[in-house]
C-alpha cells in the first residue's frame, strides 16, 4: 500500500495546485459576475457539454483500464497500444457526431437543462452552449490520454490538466468585462481544448503512438460494448441528478443556479482531493490485481481505500456544516456576490456536506465493481438512487427550495452506498466489513468532537478580532487549525489504524527533504 499511498499524495498535492486555480476562476467569476443572468448563461452552457461527455468520457475512461490489462496479458503490449488507437479513434468519431447534433438542437438542450430561462437568459444561454459544444472532441479525447496515463502509472500530469485551462479561463473572464461577456465563453472552449493538448506530450513519452487504426468488430472492442452499456447508465444517473438539480434551480429565484454551482464547486474539491485521487491510483490496481486473481490483496486494498476515505472525508463534511457561512464569505463575497448569495450558497453547502462521505465511497466503491468487470451492480444501484433523489427533489424544493435540492442528492447518496455496500457483500462476501465499521465510527466520534471545539474556537476568536477579510480570515485560519489538530490527536488516542498509513508516508516525505 505505501506505493499506493506515495502515489495518492502525489496526486493531491498536484490537485490541489489544479482546485486552487478552479477556485480563482469560480472567484473571479462570482466577483464580476455574481449570481445573475451571464454566470447562470455561463455554467448553463459549460453543463451541458459537461453532462453528454462526461457520461461517454468517465464510461470509456472505466472500461479501457481493466480492458487494457487484458488484452496486455493476452497478447501483449504491442496489441494493447493497437487496441488503445482502436478507442481513440472511435472517440473521435463519436465525438464529432454528438458536438454536431448538440450544435443543431442547442436551444431543445438548454430548455431541458434550465426550462425556467426566458428572454435573454435563454437567448445568451443558447449563444454560450453553442461554442462551448464544440468542446465536447478535446473533452473526449483527453479522457483517453488519462486513462493512458493512469495505466503507466502516471498520475501527476492527469492531475494537473485543468492548470492551464483555468488559467486561460480566468484571463477570458477578466477580458470578458473589460471587452465583451462572449470573450469568456471563447477562452472556456480553448482552455478545454488544452487539456488534451498538455497530455499528448507526457503519453508520447510513456509509449503511446498514434495510428489510423479503427476495427469496431474486433473482439476486445465487442466486449468492452458489452462492459460500457450498464458504465454508461450508471455514469449518467449522476449527471442526469445533477441536471434535475440545476432544472428545478432555475424555476427558483435568481441566481439560484450560480449558488448550487459554487456550492457544489466546494464539495467537489474536497471530492477531487481526495476520493479522485485514492479513486485513480487504486483503480489500475485493483483492475491488475483482479486479472491476476488475487483475492487477499485485492480486499486488503479495498478495506484500506475506504477506510481512507473514510478518516479523511468525515472531518471536513463535519468542519464544512459548522463553517459553511464564514467558508462561503471569505471566498466568494465581493463585488457582484453579495450578502444574498452568501446565504443561499452556505444553505447548499450544508445540505451537500451531510452527503460528502457517500459521494466519495459511491466512486470508491463502484471501481472496486468495474475492477471486477461487474458493471451492472453501480447501474443498478445508481439507477434506484436516482429515482429517489428526483422524488425527493420535488417534495423538498416545495418546502426548502435550495436547500431541499442539495439535501436529496445527499440523501440519495447515502441510500446508494448502503445498497453497494450490500451488493459487495454478495458478490465477494467478505470485504472487511468489521474494519470499516470500527474506522467510521472512531472517525465520527473524533469529528464531531472536533466539530464542537471548532465552532466555540471561530465565535471566540471572531468576536475577538471583528470584521475584516484579513481578520476572517486568521479567524477561520485558527479555527481551522485547532479543529485539524483535535482530530488528529482524537484518531491517535482512538488507534485508528489508516493514521499509521498517512504518518509513515508523510514521515519519509520529510526525511527525505531533511
Not at 474486433?218 to 449522476?238: E, T
Not at 490496481?285 to 468525515?314: A, G, P, T, W
Not at 468495474?370 to 417534495?395: C, E, F
Request: glycine fraction near 8%; hydrophobic fraction near 55%.
Amino acid at each position: 500500500m505505501s506505493k499506493v499511498a506515495k502515489a495518492t499524495i502525489g496526486l493531491m498535492l498536484a490537485t490541489i495546485i489544479a482546485k486552487v486555480l478552479g477556485f480563482g476562476r469560480e472567484l473571479v467569476l462570482a466577483a464580476v459576475y455574481g449570481a445573475s443572468m451571464y454566470s447562470d448563461a455561463y455554467l448553463t452552457a459549460m453543463n451541458i457539454p459537461v453532462v453528454l461527455f462526461t457520461i461517454i468520457g468517465t464510461t470509456l475512461g472505466t472500461v479501457l483500464i481493466p480492458m487494457y490489462f487484458e488484452v496486455n496479458n493476452d497478447l501483449g503490449e504491442k496489441k494493447a497500444l493497437n487496441f488503445t488507437n482502436n478507442v481513440f479513434n472511435i472517440v473521435i468519431a463519436m465525438c464529432i457526431v454528438l458536438a454536431m447534433l448538440g450544435f443543431i438542437f442547442t436551444e431543445e438542450l438548454v430548455k431541458v437543462f434550465a426550462m425556467g430561462f426566458e428572454g435573454q437568459t435563454l437567448k445568451v444561454s443558447i449563444d454560450f452552449t453553442r461554442i462551448t459544444i464544440i468542446g465536447i472532441v478535446f473533452t473526449g479525447l483527453s479522457y483517453v490520454m488519462t486513462a493512458y496515463l493512469q495505466i503507466k502509472n502516471n498520475f501527476t500530469v492527469p492531475g494537473l490538466i485543468s492548470v492551464p485551462k483555468n488559467i486561460i479561463i480566468i484571463v477570458s473572464i477578466i477580458l470578458s468585462v473589460k471587452y465583451n461577456p462572449y470573450i469568456m465563453i471563447w477562452g472556456t472552449l480553448i482552455g478545454i481544448a488544452t487539456e488534451f493538448i498538455f497530455q499528448l506530450p507526457f503519453a508520447i513519452k510513456s509509449g503511446y503512438k498514434y495510428q489510423l487504426y479503427i476495427n469496431i468488430k474486433d473482439k476486445y472492442i465487442k466486449k468492452m460494448s458489452w462492459l460500457i452499456g450498464p458504465v454508461l447508465i450508471g455514469v449518467a444517473v449522476n449527471q442526469i441528478n445533477t441536471m434535475v438539480d440545476r432544472t428545478l434551480a432555475s424555476t427558483l429565484v435568481e441566481g439560484s443556479i450560480s449558488a448550487l454551482n459554487y456550492a457544489n464547486k466546494l464539495n467537489g474539491f474536497v471530492m477531487a482531493l481526495f476520493i479522485t485521487s485514492v479513486g485513480a491510483v487504486i483503480y489500475p490496481m485493483l483492475s491488475k490485481l483482479s486479472s491476476e486473481d488475487n483475492k487477499e490483496k485485492f480486499i486488503s486494498s479495498v478495506v484500506q481505500s475506504i477506510n481512507s476515505v473514510i478518516l479523511l472525508v468525515i472531518p471536513i463534511s463535519i468542519g464544512a456544516i459548522v463553517l459553511a457561512t464564514p467558508i462561503v464569505k471569505l471566498l466568494f463575497q465581493r463585488g457582484e456576490f453579495d450578502a444574498r448569495a452568501t446565504s443561499m450558497t452556505a444553505i447548499a453547502l450544508i445540505m451537500y456536506s451531510i452527503g460528502m462521505v457517500a459521494f466519495g465511497l459511491r466512486d470508491i466503491i463502484g471501481k472496486v465493481f468495474y475492477a471486477l468487470k461487474d458493471t451492472k451492480t453501480p447501474m443498478i444501484n445508481g439507477a434506484i438512487a436516482m429515482i429517489m433523489n428526483i422524488v425527493l427533489n420535488i417534495i423538498l424544493v416545495k418546502y426548502l427550495q435550495l436547500a431541499g435540492l442539495a439535501l436529496a442528492t445527499s440523501i440519495s447518496a447515502i441510500v446508494c452506498i448502503f445498497l453497494l455496500f450490500g451488493s459487495l457483500k454478495k458478490k465477494i462476501g467478505y470485504f472487511g466489513q468489521d474494519k470499516i465499521i470500527k474506522t467510521t465510527i472512531k472517525s465520527i466520534v473524533a469529528a464531531v468532537v472536533m466539530g464542537i471545539v471548532t465552532y466555540f474556537v471561530y465565535n471566540i476568536v471572531s468576536n475577538l478580532l471583528g470584521l475584516g477579510f484579513a481578520k476572517e480570515a486568521v479567524s477561520l485560519a485558527i479555527s481551522v487549525g485547532v479543529g485539524a489538530i483535535t482530530y488528529g490527536i482524537l484518531v491517535v488516542v482512538l488507534k485508528v489504524d489508516e493514521i499509521n498509513v498517512i504518518t509513515d508516508v508523510m514521515k519519509k516525505k520529510l526525511n527525505k527533504v531533511a
